[in-house]
């Protein structure tokens, strides 16, 4: 496949004192379907419009496989863009807008009607190609844009938050989509969302940033269950950040770490389904929800510590009857305990 390698080479970006990107490295593999999450503010589109050519580092370098793009205007660096505000041109419709960049790179015209139907089956629209896009749902505007964005047989792919303005089952549905057309092309992507969810469905690896910094680069599964800071740790999930000294009894659990990380999903009130090795946080009940899928528990410990545990419902079966006030154990496995290192509590 001709997808190409990306190398991000201590990247910085300034506006006036604020640093939006600081000095952010990363080597994404060609094929590979890559993430960056974070909050809002932590620099994920100025790192993908730095990409795309928008904005110009102050300082550090980008290249697509050994080509040095750094410096390389967007409309030569073959890269498909989806972006939140790269909307689609309203005055014309489904066919003409996926032609669009066929036609600015001066394709034969035969080819470029060509490849945009081959664009638009991809996508499942081929019949819509002569509607207007003021006539589309929010989610075949979105198929249209990722039409446009492959039509062209880009090396690298580019995504800032397509799904966001969708609603979450529509979301889910495009999410399966997206991953299946990068398996198909094989285009290696950056795509970027603040969804935690979302990231840990469709990636490969997971770039975790906060404030213009990775935090961390990892699977989705070590994102999770092996998160290397405690922001990481918090973003990812319902987590629970321990003092070492608060915890009872720790059996096969090392006790020399700063803090602990034990996810809410990772308790049971059943000390004989936390298996033998573990810990036991004793505490009381100051509230409980019912999620559906889960209840999820409120305690608050000796010191003060509030805990959150989440039962999945098929186990819940004495959770409606828990009253606030009452006093409770919650036992996790030592294997649901981890270490943080250098995350003080
Ligand atoms: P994200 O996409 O993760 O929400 P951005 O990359 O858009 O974050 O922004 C990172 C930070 O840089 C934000 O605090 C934002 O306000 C600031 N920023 C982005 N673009 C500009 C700009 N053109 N001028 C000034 N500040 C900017
Ligand atoms: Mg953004």
């Not at 100025?46 to 300082?59: E, I, K, N, Q, Y």
């Not at 863009?81 to 790179?105: C, D, G, S």
């Not at 015209?109 to 629209?125: G, I, P, S």
Request: with cysteine; net charge neutral; proline share 4%.
């Amino acid at each position: 496949m001709k997808s190409l390698a990306i190398t991000i080479d201590s990247v910085r970006k300034t506006y006036g004192t604020y640093i939006a990107l600081d000095d952010v490295s990363l080597d994404i593999k060609a094929g590979e379907f890559l993430t960056l999450l974070g909050p809002s503010g932590s620099g994920k589109t100025t790192l993908l419009m730095a990409l795309a050519g928008f904005v110009r580092p102050d300082s550090g370098k980008l290249l697509l496989g050994d080509q040095d793009i750094t410096r390389l205007a967007p409309n030569k660096r073959d890269i498909g863009i989806v972006f939140q505000n790269y909307a689609l041109f309203p005055h014309m419709n489904v066919l003409a807008n996926v032609e669009y960049p066929l036609v600015l790179r001066k394709a034969p015209r035969a080819e470029v009607r060509k490849r945009a139907f081959e664009a638009l089956a991809r996508v499942k629209l081929e019949d819509l190609s002569e509607r207007n896009i003021a006539a589309l749902s929010g989610g075949q505007r979105q198929r249209v844009a990722l039409a446009r964005a492959i039509v062209f047989e880009p090396r690298v792919m580019l995504m800032d938050e397509p799904l966001s303005a969708l609603d979450k089952n529509l979301r889910e549905t495009m999410q399966y989509e997206i991953r299946r057309l990068h398996d198909d092309l094989g285009i290696t992507t950056i795509y970027v969302t603040h969804d935690q969810r979302e990231a840990l469905i469709m990636s490969d690896r997971i770039v975790v940033m906060n404030s213009g910094r990775i935090q961390q680069i990892d699977t989705p599964q070590r994102i999770y269950n092996h998160p290397s800071t405690r922001f990481v740790a918090e973003f990812m999930g319902e987590a629970n950040i321990i003092a070492p000294g608060l915890v009872r009894r720790i059996d096969g659990v090392d006790a020399s770490p700063e803090a602990l990380m034990i996810r809410a999903e990772s308790f049971h009130l059943d000390a004989k389904l936390a298996g033998r090795d573990g810990v036991a946080l004793e505490g009381t009940l100051r509230a409980k929800a019912f999620r559906g899928e889960n209840w999820l528990l409120t305690l608050v410990l000796d010191g003060g510590q509030e805990v959150l545990v989440c039962i999945p419902a098929a186990l819940a079966s004495g959770c409606a009857e828990l009253a606030t006030g009452q006093s409770m154990t919650a036992f996790a496995s030592a294997a649901k305990v981890h270490a943080i290192p250098g995350a003080r509590t």
